[in-house]
């Protein structure tokens, strides 16, 4: 139909954390969602997957964009922008890009927050 259904889930170290709404019939969807994480002190990094819902079989993986500890460590300040999204399946062809903004904020009982906005992606 030339278009998707496309919505987010962040993982941190793989584990699913957060799940956005899904936007329908579109390629160029606006979440403008803001989640909150705390982190384990060793965790090694957050993955944004942006996946493609369908109602009458498997969701597809439209892409994902991973952010590292040693990323979030070069910006102190935090990091916002756009990043393009990398393949996961090395068979599929991928186009396209996600804008965030993700922050790590002042320890929490030696925990560290993460405050991830999932804004658009294109």
Do not use: N
């Not at 991973?66 to 070069?74: F, G, N, S, V």
């Amino acid at each position: 139909t030339g278009s998707s259904d496309p919505y987010c889930i962040v993982k941190i170290d793989d584990e699913a954390i957060v799940r956005t709404a899904t936007v329908w019939k579109t390629l160029s969807p606006f979440w403008g969602e803001e989640y909150e994480v705390h982190l384990q002190p060793t965790f090694h990094s957050v993955s944004i997957y942006v996946m493609d819902e369908d109602a009458l079989s498997r969701d597809d993986v439209i892409g994902k964009v991973c952010i590292t500890r040693d990323m979030l460590a070069e910006h102190p300040k935090g990091y916002s922008g756009w990043m393009s999204l990398s393949e996961v399946d090395p068979d599929e062809e991928v186009q396209g890009e996600i804008h965030l903004r993700v922050e790590v904020l002042g320890s929490q009982g030696g925990r560290q927050q993460l405050h991830c906005s999932v804004l658009e992606a294109r």
